[in-house]
């Protein structure tokens, strides 16, 4: 049977990339994050507008219908 054997602890088995050395170039997601919420914010934006408009309609019509107004005179 062979001895298990591993290169983890020798230095010249860790990648060469320059790890923490230099951040990648985020411009490109933060665009396309910003872009993202933007489109979320506006879809919000038009429901509440919607349901505003709902709201306020509803509410006029119950304004309507609870105005009182002083009977009407009855032709004689």
Known sequence: MSEFQTDSL??????????????PSTANADKDADAELDKVAEEWNLRIDR??????????????LADVRPPLPFPF
Do not use: H, I, Y
Not at 10 to 23: E, I, K, M, V, Y
Not at 51 to 64: I, R, S
């Open 10 to 23: 020798r230095p010249s088995s860790l990648p060469t990339a320059s790890l923490g050395r230099r951040q």
């Open 51 to 64: 349901e505003m408009k709902n709201l306020t309609g509803g509410l006029g019509e119950l304004v309507e």
